[in-house]
């Protein structure tokens, strides 16, 4: 419940006391001194009444500049819970992404090693095959030699002049060994031939 406030006016105030002290000063006794404690207690109250409006007035515009206060924090709070919440909201969807991102790596990790662990296998095959076809080719090289083909017809053309001359000479056996001797490097000449030609 507000009181409406009226202000004292000074001049009215003091132009009553002054005439209650002029009438104390007129009447004796008893009578002057109720005039003068009258003048005294209306000052006071004037006083106590002038600070009490400005005591009123202070907490009015304190209450308003409270008000003031209250409105602009509200706003600062709603700001505040907005920013929140959409920094909670992109906080759930950096999370979510995190968590999708996670999964598709540990995909990607299984995958690859998977195929790590398939290529160490297919590794270890071919290794022992390339070991085993090594041994093949040592085994090879212990019993095979490589010669020049012009050697080899060189070698042939030997052997059929040997073979003519056993003939005239009439030596069969001589001269079916040097026939043999020609019949193995044409075999040998035979089977390298396609390798000439690539």
Known sequence: MSATVVPLLPNSVSETTDFLRRMASMVSGRNGEILLRAAALIASLTQRAMSAERLFHEQQEQNKR???????TELA????VGQI?????????ATTAAAAERAAFDTERGKLLDLMQDAEGHIGKLTTELET??????????????????????????FDYLSSGFAR???VISEAMSEIGG????????????????
């Open 66 to 72: 409270l008000v003031e206060l209250r409105e602009a």
């Open 77 to 80: 709070s709603d700001a505040m």
């Open 85 to 93: 919440a959409a920094l909670r909201a992109q906080l759930t969807e």
């Open 133 to 158: 076809l090594r041994a093949s080719v040592d085994a090879f090289n212990e019993t095979a030699i490589s010669v020049p083909i012009e050697v080899l017809r060189l070698a042939r053309t030997q």
């Open 169 to 171: 000479k009439g030596d």
């Open 183 to 198: 019949f193995a490097i044409d075999q040998a000449l035979t089977a390298t031939k396609p390798v000439d030609e690539a």
